[in-house]
């Protein structure tokens, strides 16, 4: 498990690199499906690890994801947030 680690981090670690330019998704300020599947797969790192916090860009990248509300519709569906609108 240490070497799959290993080598997440190497990958993430080149998202960090990639988006140190400030760019708002990963080809630039258009959202494209490259986003939406990065943002699915790095969100397991929930789950499986490791864990994103070192990597400061990738966190502002998936927290500007989530905001959007396409995002936040699509993990709603597949319920993995709740509607904030309920009570």
């Known amino acids: 498990m240490a070497k799959a680690d290993e080598h997440l981090a190497r990958r993430i670690g080149e998202v960090e ?4 330019d400030e760019r708002t998704f990963l080809l630039g300020e258009k959202f494209s499906v490259a986003d939406a599947y990065l943002f699915v797969v790095l969100r397991w ?3 499986v690890g490791p864990k994103l916090d070192r990597w400061p860009h990738v966190v502002a990248y ?7 509300s ?3 519709d699509a993990m709603r569906e ?10």
């Open 17 to 20: 690199r990639g988006l140190s």
């Open 45 to 47: 790192s929930n789950s």
């Open 62 to 68: 998936m927290a500007r994801l989530a905001m959007r």
């Open 70 to 72: 396409s995002v936040r």
């Open 78 to 87: 597949e319920g993995l947030l709740k509607d904030e609108g309920a009570t």
